[in-house]
Structures are given as structure tokens and as C-alpha cells.
Antibody, heavy 115, light 107 residues
Framework: EVKLVESGGGLVQPGRSLKLSCAASGFSFNDYWMGWVRQAPGKGLEWIGEINQDSSTINYTPSLKDKFTISRDNAQNTLYLQMSKLGSEDTAIYYC????????WGQGVMVTVSS | DIQMTQSPASLSASLGETVTIECRAS??????LAWYQQKPGKSPQLLIYNANSLHTGVPSRFSGSGSGTQYSLKINSLQSEDVASYFC?????????FGSGTKLEIK
């Protein structure tokens, strides 16, 4: 069974950093592009970015490029999202996603940016 | 970025009815379109990809159509478990972008 489990969310102060993790299981992790998508409370979906199988290609939504860094550890079957200079506009549920046409999503992790 | 305009924003229909949700892209996306269903408090689930291909395990009452800039999702014989929000997504051009969503309720 394919599982994607995010962790690392919580309450963070404005201007601070936070790193999310996504533990993958049930499939050959290093065969797939992986990405992150976020959803602000009561709002729609926003694609953050994606990383290819060997980390040689990482794409970001241009408006978010300076704030987020995506990485992966294929030995640990884990995807990461490093977030910096967080603001209230970054408050959202963050989903780990397998491929751009996302056939599997994590359950999501909530990040709240507030003082 | 390609803008996806989705309509209607909300929809109320009776059990057994057929409903249609539309998505319009700001430019031709050459069938690079997916539809997702998101039930309250849950993650999105893929329904349709390549505009009209049904994802594995999705009931056949769901169908997608369209071309160019205009696409639609049709749900036949509406069931109570179809209560959800529906989002379109274009992946023809980077970055992938989503429609604003349609909230479907049972009348």
C-alpha cells in the first residue's frame, strides 16, 4: 500500500524557518518525481514545486522560489520541504504529492505562522 | 502562469442527477488537465487525467471531456458520497496550476 506521511508542521513565528518531511512507503520511491502542494484554510490548491528521481532537477513555482527548498533522501525514502522567512500567508496544510499528475497524496500537515 | 477559471463555485443537486463542472484555461493546454475530488477534511484524490482518462478505481459515473482551453467534468447519477470539492489542474505548462474549486452539495 502506498503511503505518504508528512511531519514537522506546527506553530511557527513570522520570519522563522521550518522543515517538513514526507516519509514514503509501499512503492519504489526513487522511481518517481515528488512534489509539494499547499492549501490555505478554506482555499484552493497551490503547487509549490517538485524534484526528480536523482535530485538533478528541482522546479519551483516562480513566486515561491525564494522561500522554499525541496530535497530528498532516496536511501531514507523521504522528501523534504525547507521553508524560510515564513509569513502569515504561508499558513496552510502542506501536502506531499507523488508526481505532478498526483495519484497519491499525503494526509497533509498543518503549518500555522503566527506570533 | 496559465490561469484556470473554474465554474460554478458551488453546486447543489439531487441524488441521481447529472452535474457538470467547467474549467477554462487562459491558453491552450492540449489536454494536459486533471480533475481531483477532495472530501471534507481529506486529501485530494485523482479522478481524471489527460482530460478524459479515468484513474484506476474511479467509478465510471465520472467522466471528463474537452480540448483546447475548455474542459468539463461530468458526474452521472449523483451519489451521496460525491459530496466534495472538485478541482481542475493543468499540467501542460510549468508551474501546474489549479482551478479555484467547485463545492458540490446534495439538495
Amino acid at each position: 500500500e502506498v503511503k505518504l506521511v508528512e511531519s514537522g508542521g506546527g506553530l511557527v513565528q513570522p520570519g522563522r524557518s521550518l522543515k517538513l518531511s514526507c516519509a514514503a512507503s509501499g512503492f519504489s520511491f526513487n522511481d518517481y518525481w515528488m512534489g509539494w502542494v499547499r492549501q490555505a484554510p478554506g482555499k484552493g490548491l497551490e503547487w509549490i514545486g517538485e524534484i526528480n528521481q536523482d535530485s538533478s532537477t528541482i522546479n519551483y513555482t516562480p513566486s515561491l522560489k525564494d522561500k522554499f527548498t525541496i530535497s530528498r533522501d532516496n536511501a531514507q525514502n523521504t522528501l523534504y520541504l525547507q521553508m524560510s522567512k515564513l509569513g502569515s500567508e504561508d499558513t496552510a496544510i502542506y501536502y506531499c504529492a507523488r508526481e505532478a499528475i498526483t495519484d497519491y497524496w499525503g494526509q497533509g500537515v498543518m503549518v500555522t505562522v503566527s506570533s | 502562469d496559465i490561469q484556470m477559471t473554474q465554474s460554478p463555485a458551488s453546486l447543489s443537486a439531487s441524488l441521481g442527477e447529472t452535474v457538470t463542472i467547467e474549467c477554462r484555461a487562459s491558453e491552450d493546454i492540449y489536454n494536459g488537465l486533471a480533475w481531483y475530488q477532495q472530501k471534507p477534511g481529506k486529501s485530494p484524490q485523482l479522478l481524471i487525467y489527460n482530460a478524459n482518462s479515468l484513474h484506476t478505481g474511479v467509478p465510471s459515473r465520472f467522466s471528463g471531456s474537452g480540448s483546447g482551453t475548455q474542459y468539463s467534468l461530468k458526474i452521472n447519477s449523483l451519489q451521496s458520497e460525491d459530496v466534495a470539492s472538485y478541482f481542475c489542474q493543468q499540467y501542460y505548462d510549468y508551474p501546474p496550476t489549479f482551478g479555484s474549486g467547485t463545492k458540490l452539495e446534495i439538495k
